[in-house]
Every structure is written in structure tokens, then in C-alpha cells.
């Protein structure tokens, strides 16, 4: 198993849809993260858990909903999203015990129509 | 080939020369510092971390230097491969243990 898997790797969707995104990490870390990542600018932090408890909400809009049911999984529910809220869409984990670093998946590639 | 990353986004580099690739950092304060790799269709890779109280980090072909007194952080890769080729970012952390700003990246192109 790789350390953190995302799904899907690609979605498109359109403005009225709801979907969501799913992470899993299998690296035993004890928080978890959501970015955006838009071209050419810098990783965006929407979401931190620490202990399945959210600890960081970055001003993102109400149209993202994280959970995190356990340390091992994150997901990212949407709905009414914007043309604007196409990106790639990253999964982080770390251990929180100090200075980590964070371990990321692959992305979901979220395009909206 | 030397690049400010935040500057010029792209570096080109001979397969087998060595590669740096710099990093101006934003927050005196910031005492934990990490370089990612990204190549096309994956999500960043962890490289190498560097605490502030070094200066000098060195792991297989990668060194991380950090200079703290003109808040400036340099990756190199020694005799680079074309398996570099990718987009490397840096990310510098505060009193926050997880919360990270990153950088824009620096493309390396590796040429055979």
C-alpha cells in the first residue's frame, strides 16, 4: 500500500453537483491535511485534523466540507462548487509530535463544468 | 545552474552537472524548512528537512544549505539525472508544527 492514496484521481463535475473526495493513509500519522493547488501559485492549506478533530480552517468556503471519521481517512465533501475551484486537490499526513514533515498523495484533478 | 525560485521559474541543467536551486524565505521567525519534489501527475515527495539551529543538511546526492541572516535556503542535487526533473518547492514553518507556506517552485529541466 502506498503511504497516502487519494480518490478519484480525476473528477469532473458540474456547478450544481456534490461530490465527494476521499484520502487514506496507511503511515500510522495522527494528522491530516487538505491543499488546493492552482497553477502556478503556492499550496493553498484549506484543512488541518489533529486527532480526528479540525484544528485549522483556512477561510475556505462553506461549498468544501471536510470529516475525518479516523486518523486514517479524510474526506472532502462538495457541492455547488465554482469554475473557479478547479485544481488539484491534495491529501497530507504527519505525524504531530513536532517538526514533521508532511507525506502527501497524488492528488484528485477536479475540473468544473 | 543557479535560480531564485520564487524569480525565475524555470532551470535548465546538463545531465551530470550539479543543480541549485534557491529559495527566499518570508518569516524571520520560521524555524523548520522542507524541500518537495513534484513531478507531472503526482503530489509533492518529501527530499529533505533542515532544523534552524543547522546550517547543513546532506542526504544521497541532495544538500540543503540555510542561511538564516539573509533568510535563504538552497537545494542541490549533484551530478543531476534526468529522473530530477521536476517541480521543487520549499516550505518553511513556524511555531505552528503544522502549518507550512510554501513556496511558487522552480522547474528543473534535466537535459540529456
Known amino acids: 500500500e502506498t503511504g497516502v492514496t487519494q480518490t478519484p484521481r480525476h473528477l469532473v463535475m458540474g456547478m450544481t453537483n456534490k461530490k465527494s473526495l476521499k484520502c487514506e493513509q496507511h503511515l500510522g500519522h495522527n494528522a491530516m491535511y487538505w491543499y488546493k493547488q492552482s497553477a502556478k501559485k503556492p499550496l493553498e492549506l484549506m484543512f488541518v485534523?489533529?486527532?480526528?478533530?479540525?484544528?485549522e480552517n483556512n477561510s475556505v468556503p462553506s461549498r468544501f466540507s471536510p470529516e475525518c471519521p479516523n486518523s486514517s481517512h479524510l474526506f472532502l465533501h462538495l457541492h455547488t462548487l465554482q469554475p473557479e475551484d478547479s485544481a488539484l486537490y491534495l491529501c497530507?499526513?504527519?505525524?504531530?509530535?513536532?517538526?514533521?514533515?508532511?507525506?502527501f498523495g497524488d492528488g484528485t484533478r477536479l475540473s468544473i463544468l | 545552474g543557479e535560480s531564485v525560485g520564487l524569480h525565475l521559474p524555470t532551470l535548465s541543467v546538463q545531465e551530470g552537472d550539479n543543480s541549485i536551486i534557491n529559495c527566499a524565505y518570508s518569516?524571520?521567525?520560521?524555524?523548520?524548512f522542507i524541500w518537495y519534489k513534484q513531478e507531472s501527475g503526482k503530489g509533492p515527495q518529501f527530499i529533505i528537512d533542515?532544523?534552524?539551529?543547522?546550517d547543513k543538511r546532506q542526504g544521497q546526492r541532495v544538500t540543503v544549505l540555510l542561511n538564516k541572516t539573509v533568510k535563504h535556503l538552497s537545494l542541490q542535487i549533484a551530478a543531476t539525472q534526468p529522473g530530477d526533473s521536476a517541480v521543487y518547492f520549499c516550505?518553511?514553518?513556524?511555531?505552528?508544527?503544522?502549518?507550512?507556506?510554501f513556496g511558487s517552485g522552480t522547474k528543473l529541466n534535466v537535459k540529456p
Open positions: 497530507a499526513s504527519s505525524q504531530d509530535n513536532g517538526r514533521q514533515p508532511q507525506h
Open positions: 485534523y489533529s486527532l480526528e478533530e479540525r484544528v
Open positions: 518569516n524571520s521567525a520560521s524555524d523548520y
Open positions: 533542515i532544523r534552524s539551529n543547522m
Open positions: 516550505a518553511e514553518n513556524k511555531d505552528n508544527f503544522n502549518k507550512f507556506y
